[in-house]
């Protein structure tokens, strides 16, 4: 072999023999058909996780803006420090008042039992001085003092 010819092919001369191969057109098509559904389905799968993104992305969103809110909400809520001492006075005064209540009703109900007392001893107490009024009106009739 000289070494002027070379043994390697250029690209211009195997370009021709890239439309009339039907050996390697059929293991490309063979090969394809082997990978394709494979492809088809790493690419359903690339789909369904790009549009699953975009929901997380969306419900993050959501999620930050309700945060959001609540972060609002608490930073804006009103001081109840006054209106809880003020229930707390007020808690005290109605204590006193009821105190003072209680202190009336007993002592309403010792009235009403010295009352009940006094009046079991008023009716003996009273039978007994009618008694002389009667022997007294009887004495005086009886002398023909009263017509």
Not at 120 to 142: A, K, W, Y
């Amino acid at each position: 072999m000289d070494d002027t010819e070379s043994t390697t092919t250029s690209a211009d001369e195997n370009t021709g023999n890239l439309c009339d191969n039907p050996t390697r057109d059929t293991l490309a098509e063979g090969l394809l058909g082997l990978l394709k559904p494979t492809v088809d389905q790493l690419d359903d799968r690339v789909r369904i996780t790009r549009i699953s993104q975009l929901e997380l992305k969306q419900q993050i969103e959501s999620l930050n803006e309700e945060l959001l809110k609540v972060r609002e909400a608490l930073n804006n809520h009103p001081d109840l420090d006054p209106y809880v001492k003020k229930l707390i006075a007020c808690k005290h005064k109605v204590t006193v008042v009821l105190n003072v209540l209680q202190a009336s009703q007993d002592r309403l109900n010792e009235i009403r039992r010295m009352i009940n007392k006094e009046k079991s001893v008023r009716p003996t107490l009273t039978e007994t001085s009618q008694e002389p009024q009667q022997s007294t009106s009887n004495f005086i009739s009886d002398r023909g003092c009263i017509n």
